[in-house]
């Protein structure tokens, strides 16, 4: 009983902690549980289009935020970026002591193919993570009027796409900001 409840703990922390990328720009944030959730829309929905293991994809991005039940959401602003790796070692670590035996080691092996972006499953998880996040930033976009939102967004995701569905979405949304600037 004890590993299910030290496993809800952290879903209960990803469903109360805001995404302060978001905070940083002065918009009101979402969770990062919906940021995981948005991410596995996505990322099925490109799985199936790339001819992927979808099953794959979305339990890779569902386990590849469980660090920030135990971190902070490092982002450019934070003035930590460049210990963003070591802080979610560090985390990933006390995660995956939290976790029940039987999900450990498939949590570990995930969470390090995601960030190895070496198979074809890892480069679509990653694009949509990404996508997910243009996304809702768009939403910022339209519902404030402030079409200044995804400006760095799309200067430091550019390098991200690989695959042709990532690259045709990314440079759909690009067009459309453009279109609005």
């Known amino acids: 009983m004890q590993s299910v409840r030290d496993l809800y703990s952290i879903v209960s922390a990803?469903?109360?902690t805001k995404r302060r990328g978001w905070i940083y720009k002065g918009m009101k944030?979402?969770?990062?549980?919906?940021h995981i959730y948005g991410s596995m829309c996505i990322g099925l929905y490109l799985a199936k289009i790339e001819k992927v293991d979808s099953d794959k994809v979305t339990r890779m991005l569902l386990v590849h935020d469980w660090v920030m039940a135990k971190m902070e959401d490092v982002t450019p602003p934070s003035g930590k970026y460049n210990q963003k790796r070591?802080?979610?070692d560090k985390a990933k670590n006390v995660i995956a002591d939290?976790?029940?035996q039987i999900l450990r080691s498939?949590?570990?092996?995930?969470?390090k193919e995601f960030n190895d972006l070496k198979t074809p499953e890892a480069?679509?998880?990653?694009?949509?993570?990404k996508l997910e996040t243009l996304m809702q930033g768009e939403f910022f976009e339209e519902t404030t009027k402030d079409y200044k939102v995804l400006d760095t967004f799309f200067e430091n995701y550019e390098e991200i796409f690989k695959t042709t569905t990532g690259?045709?979405?990314?440079?759909?949304?690009?067009?459309?900001?453009?279109?609005?600037?």
């Open 106 to 111: 498939e949590y570990l092996s995930l969470f």
């Open 98 to 100: 939290l976790l029940p």
């Open 167 to 181: 690259k045709e979405i990314f440079s759909n949304l690009r067009q459309r900001d453009l279109a609005r600037n």
């Open 14 to 16: 990803l469903k109360t």
């Open 86 to 88: 070591q802080l979610e």
């Open 123 to 129: 480069q679509v998880a990653r694009e949509a993570d």
């Open 29 to 34: 944030s979402d969770v990062i549980a919906s």
